[in-house]
Each structure stands twice: as structure tokens, then as C-alpha cells.
């Protein structure tokens, strides 16, 4: 069974770099590609990026100057960095499989449970 | 703002037949693959529709969907009350050097 598990600080304060872990049991990271997702209060989901090991990373072009995703093989872990944070990154945020067997055409079909990160001064 | 338009809101009573739109353009659903997502307040998102109308393991034959030109459906047959939740369409967006759009998202109430 696949199970992914984030992690991050909770609370940042404005202009800091937001650091994410996803961990990943069950599957290895070195197959299929790896997303993060975000859902901000009362709002809807916002894809921010995805990666594979053997292609090139994706980003949400309105987040890609911020945004840096990368896998660790060795702690079948994915990360997230996103610099400069403000308010407006509050969020729960998710990671996913991507496009798995049969769920091509960037199907994200597990998912962690999500890890809040409030941003505040 | 979602490049991809869903109706904010919907709803319907147990039994009945509900549909959730999602309008794009030719640039994603025009070309690729949509995909649904079924949330739940304080829960993950769950894959409920892959490749435009293909069904996971474990969700209700209820649940259907399909695509056509650049906009996509979501129907829900024998409407439960456990289908109120926030549903969400998907797709590879070719511009801009590809990248995963999800719509803005759409709220069933059963009433």
C-alpha cells in the first residue's frame, strides 16, 4: 500500500522559505512523477509543480520563480522549497503520485494527508 | 482566477441525477485528458475520474464523466447524501511549458 507523509514547520513568518518533506512508502520515487498541490482557507486546489527523476520538473508558471522541488533516493523523499513567502501561502498542502499505471495524463491517484502552513508576522 | 470554469455550487436531492461542467479551451481539455477529484472538508483529495471517464478501483459505477470539445462533465446518478463534497476537474495545460490545472471547483449540497 502507498503512503505519502508530509512534514513542515506549521508557522513561518513573512519573506522565509517554506521547506516541505514528503515522504513516500510502498512505491519507490524513482518511478512516476511526484506532485505538490496546495489548498489555501476556503479556497480550491493549486497544482504547484511536479517532478520525475529521469525528466524535467514542472512548475505553475505563476509560483516557478519561488518554487524548487527535489527528491532525495536515499530517503525516498520528495521536497519543496518556496521562498519569499507572504500570507497568501497559507495553505494545506499535499503531495501526490502522478500519473501512475493506469493513471496517465498527470492523474494524481495517492495523496497525503496534507500538512497545514500558516504564514503570519 | 481558474482557467478552467466549474459552477461554484450545485445540488440536488437523494436520488436525483446532478451534473458538474468544466470549461476550458482548446489548449488543455481540447487536447488532453481531464481528470476529477472528489474532497471532503478536512480530508485529502481523492482521484474519482482518470482519462476523461475511467473509473478507479472502488468508485461507484454512479460516478461518471465525459469530455467533449473543450469542455468536460461530471454526473452523479442515484445522488446520496455522503456525495455532498467539493469536486474538482484537472488537466495537462500545454502552454507555458505544460503545467497541471485544476478549476476553481464546484460545491454539491444534497439537500
Known amino acids: 500500500q502507498v503512503q505519502l507523509q508530509e512534514s513542515g514547520p506549521g508557522l513561518l513568518k513573512p519573506s522565509e522559505t517554506l521547506s516541505l518533506t514528503c515522504n513516500v512508502s510502498?512505491?519507490?520515487?524513482?518511478?512516476?512523477?511526484w506532485s505538490w498541490i496546495r489548498q489555501p482557507p476556503g479556497g480550491g486546489l493549486e497544482w504547484i509543480a511536479f517532478?520525475?527523476?529521469?525528466?524535467?520538473?514542472k512548475y505553475n508558471p505563476s509560483l516557478k520563480s519561488r518554487v524548487v522541488v527535489s527528491a532525495d533516493t536515499s530517503k525516498n523523499q520528495i521536497s519543496l522549497q518556496l521562498s519569499a513567502v507572504t500570507a497568501s501561502d497559507t495553505a494545506v498542502y499535499y503531495c501526490?503520485?502522478?500519473?501512475?499505471?493506469?493513471?496517465?495524463?498527470?492523474?494524481?491517484?495517492?495523496w497525503g494527508q496534507g500538512t497545514t502552513v500558516v504564514v503570519s508576522s | 482566477q481558474s482557467v478552467l470554469t466549474q459552477p461554484p455550487s450545485t445540488s440536488g436531492t437523494p436520488g436525483q441525477r446532478v451534473t458538474i461542467s468544466c470549461s476550458g479551451s482548446k489548449s488543455h481539455i481540447g487536447r488532453n485528458a481531464v481528470n476529477w477529484y472528489q474532497v471532503f472538508p478536512g480530508s485529502a483529495p481523492k482521484l474519482l475520474i482518470y482519462n476523461n471517464n475511467q473509473r478507479p478501483s472502488g468508485v461507484p459505477d454512479r460516478f461518471s464523466a465525459s469530455k467533449s470539445g473543450t469542455s468536460a462533465s461530471l454526473a452523479i446518478s442515484g445522488l446520496q447524501s455522503e456525495d455532498e463534497a467539493d469536486y474538482y476537474c484537472a488537466v495537462w495545460d500545454d502552454g507555458l511549458g505544460g503545467h497541471v490545472v485544476f478549476g476553481g471547483g464546484t460545491k454539491l449540497t444534497v439537500l
Open positions: 501526490a503520485r502522478t500519473g501512475s499505471y493506469p493513471y496517465y495524463y498527470y492523474a494524481m491517484d495517492v
Open positions: 510502498g512505491d519507490s520515487i524513482s518511478r512516476n512523477y
Open positions: 517532478m520525475r527523476l529521469s525528466a524535467n520538473t
